[in-house]
């Protein structure tokens, strides 16, 4: 009995310790499992605050590229810590995320990733380089309260039109909207014709106004002890037997005139026998021609000097040569700064093909009688020009500072040193090529030549970047026949702008102009990728042309096209606006008023427009309407 209850007490014992232990088990397993649930909304409720920021972020990089490219057009990639985390806003030309195509050229997608450690959202939107108002293929205000009527050509896409339509002349292959008045589809609220800002096209202009031009004339500076240019033996210079007529010039200055220690040359062609030299020695400047042979002319050489030269100044110089078989007075001359200051005895040079060089002396003869090579030039040079005729007096005085054209009768090679970077000099007449080689000589400013009016180009290349800035201003009306300009850039008159015979203007460049925009026979832009944008504060005149790029026709009078085919965009603000002929406008009409559409050839198509993607025009870019997705 005793042993029953002993054993009934140590079982109960038993029971009771086990009872606590599975309790203790119980809660701690609560206790793990609140403190696991606890942690997991923790760490999801610091997800979700993370995610938030990471918005956020990705919004903050939104707002600043969209301001980037309001103000710069800049479409390069943006990267910005702030708030523990990360942005980055990149830009698309060519498809959304998805990788779809964008609908039209001049839309972009605009990408913004927000990123909080291994948290990250993705927001996008689409805007276009242009208002809402050059979604159509023609949109008309209609200051002026007109009817449109136009049953001739055809308006292919939506069109709008701030009043009466007549029928007959809706747009086909679209909808033809209207804001008030009858004949369309009303559109309410209707686009609002967009706002120019023309504050960098007149800044432009009055630049223009104060020039002479903003044209970088550069020169070649020589250090007088191993720079020079070598030109390669030549038939047009310095090769072959029928050199009876001469004319070499070139602009110079010199560091230091009284150098006696060696002779400074700043040309020489020839050698010891036949030839012809410039140089400076002993405070004087010397102009030189010799053809020695006895069973030739017996030349034994002129030498022609002038003291009237300073150190640190720019000076002009010429020699000209008019000889026959032998000798004669007077066949030999010299200019300094356009005058005559000497005269002397000259015959035509027979073959002679020693060396030709600007700057250096490798094999010539001098008026002291020797003949020791390697006399360097200490100064600038510029305008190199070598003619196979005889300039008149007049003739150098008129043209020594005007940059040739490069076609004129008699020259034979040109050396303008307009390149400004690169171990050659063009020769940038047209008859032929004999470009020279840089040998350590520096590019540096030039002489201030009348090229700065910068009034004419007549058949030749002309590359912007030779300009300040890329900027050709002309205080003057600018003439372009039968020439090729090259951009990027700008072309800025204060004045008209002509442009006609087959010119060029290839893509990425500005045409400004105070007064009118005539352009005839000739293509401006190259695609809608190398575009143009013109504006004309008169008339606009477009014959027989093709134009890729914007036309902003800014005067109160007239824009006319005529035969013309334009790929871009208008923004017209002239009262008379006629397409006649065969123009053909692909892209979008954006006009103050209405247009002429004279005859049934010509047509305004909805079609893709330039992006101008890193061009300000002065237009405010365009959100594309439910464009905003995140992602």
């Given at each position: 009995?005793?042993?029953?209850k ?7 014992g ?11 088990i ?7 499992y ?12 610091g997800?979700?605050t ?7 972020l990705?919004?903050t ?5 969209l301001q980037?490219?309001k ?8 990267s910005e810590?702030f ?12 498809t ?25 959202r993705n927001?996008?939107l ?8 050059f ?14 009527s136009?049953p001739?050509?055809?308006i292919?896409?939506?069109m709008?039109f ?14 033809t909207?209207?804001g008030?008045g009858?004949g ?22 009055t630049?223009a106004a ?20 070598r030109?390669?033996?030549?038939g047009?210079?310095?090769t072959?037997n029928n ?6 010039e070139a ?16 040309y ?10 410039i ?12 053809n020695?042979?006895s069973?030739?002319?017996?030349w034994?050489?002129t030498?022609?000097?002038t003291?009237n ?8 110089v010429a020699?000209?040569?008019n000889?026959?078989n032998?000798?004669?007075?007077n ?5 300094l ?6 005269s ?39 305008e190199?020009?070598l ?7 007049s003739?150098?005085?008129t ?5 040739l ?19 050659y ?19 540096t ?9 910068n009034?004419s180009?007549?058949?030749?290349t002309v590359?912007l970047?030779?300009?300040s800035?890329r ?5 003057s009306d ?7 300009f ?15 015979s087959n ?8 045409l400004?102009?105070?007064g009118n925009?005539i ?20 008339n606009?005149?477009y014959?027989?042309?093709?134009v890729?790029?914007i036309?902003i ?6 824009l006319d ?5 334009l790929?871009?965009?208008?923004l017209?603000?002239?009262?008379s606006f006629?397409?006649?002929g ?20 010509s ?12 061009y ?6 365009l959100?594309i309407?439910?464009?905003?997705l995140?992602f």
């Amino acid at each position: 009995m005793n042993i029953m209850k002993k054993f009934i007490k140590d079982e109960s014992g038993v029971i009771l310790m086990a009872s606590t232990m599975g309790i203790f088990i119980l809660l701690s397993i609560f206790a793990y499992y609140l403190a696991r649930f606890s942690a997991i909304e923790t760490r999801t409720g610091g997800y979700h605050t993370q995610d938030i920021k990471a918005r956020n972020l990705a919004m903050t990089g939104i707002e600043h590229g969209l301001q980037n490219y309001k103000i710069s057009r800049n479409t390069s990639v943006i990267s910005e810590e702030f708030n523990n985390g990360t942005y980055t806003v990149s830009y698309n030309s060519q498809t959304d995320e998805t990788g779809s195509a964008l609908p039209k050229t001049q839309y972009l997608t605009l990408e913004s990733i927000g990123k909080i450690d291994d948290v990250e959202r993705n927001i996008r939107l689409i805007l276009s380089s242009f208002p809402e108002a050059f979604c159509f293929s023609f949109y008309g205000k209609n200051t002026a309260g007109q009817v449109f009527s136009e049953p001739s050509g055809s308006i292919v896409g939506d069109m709008f039109f701030n009043g009466t339509v007549q029928s007959g002349s809706v747009a086909s292959n679209g909808v033809t909207y209207i804001g008030t008045g009858s004949g369309g589809t009303t559109l309410s609220p209707f686009p609002e014709f967009p706002q120019l800002n023309t504050s960098q096209y007149e800044a432009l202009l009055t630049s223009a106004a104060s020039a002479p031009g903003a044209y970088t004339n550069y020169a070649l500076s020589f250090d007088g002890s191993n720079d020079y240019v070598r030109i390669n033996n030549s038939g047009d210079i310095n090769t072959g037997n029928n050199h009876t007529q001469k004319t070499i010039e070139a602009w110079f200055r010199v560091n230091d005139k009284s150098i006696t220690s060696r002779k400074q040359t700043i040309y020489e062609q020839g050698g010891t026998v036949r030839g012809l030299n410039i140089y400076i020695h002993g405070g004087k400047l010397y102009v030189g021609g010799w053809n020695e042979p006895s069973g030739e002319s017996n030349w034994q050489g002129t030498w022609l000097s002038t003291s009237n030269i300073q150190n640190n100044t720019w000076h002009h110089v010429a020699l000209t040569l008019n000889g026959g078989n032998s000798k004669t007075n007077n066949a030999f001359k010299g200019y300094l700064d356009g005058q005559e200051f000497g005269s002397g005895q000259g015959s035509k040079l027979w073959n002679h093909p020693g060396d030709i060089s600007v700057a250096r002396n490798k094999d010539t003869k001098f008026h002291s009688g020797d003949y020791n090579s390697y006399k360097y030039f200490g100064g600038y040079i510029d305008e190199v020009r070598l003619w196979n005729s005889t300039r008149t007096g007049s003739q150098i005085s008129t043209f020594k500072d005007t940059i040739l054209e490069g076609n004129e009768s008699g020259l034979t090679a040109y050396y303008n040193f307009q390149e400004n970077s690169g171990n050659y000099t063009n020769d940038t007449q047209t008859q032929s090529n004999n470009d020279g080689t840089r040998y350590g000589a520096s590019w540096t400013s030039g002489p201030i030549l009348s090229k700065m009016n910068n009034s004419s180009f007549v058949n030749q290349t002309v590359n912007l970047s030779s300009f300040s800035n890329r900027q050709l201003l002309a205080n003057s009306d600018i003439l372009i026949s039968n020439t090729t300009f090259n951009g990027p850039g700008y072309i800025v008159a204060n004045g008209n702008i002509t442009i006609n015979s087959n010119s060029a203007i290839n893509g990425n460049i500005f045409l400004i102009c105070s007064g009118n925009l005539i352009v005839s026979g000739s293509q401006l832009g190259t695609n809608l990728d190398a575009s143009v944008i013109t504006y004309a504060k008169g008339n606009t005149d477009y014959d027989n042309s093709t134009v890729y790029g914007i036309i902003i026709s800014k005067g109160s009078n007239s824009l006319d096209l005529n035969n013309t085919a334009l790929f871009g965009a208008i923004l017209n603000y002239s009262q008379s606006f006629i397409l006649s002929g065969n123009s053909d406008v692909v892209g979008s009409v954006v006009s103050k008023y209405s247009v002429d559409i004279q005859g049934n050839s010509s047509s305004i198509t909805r079609g893709n427009i330039p992006e101008l993607v890193g061009y300000h025009i002065g237009l405010d870019p365009l959100v594309i309407p439910g464009s905003l997705l995140e992602f």
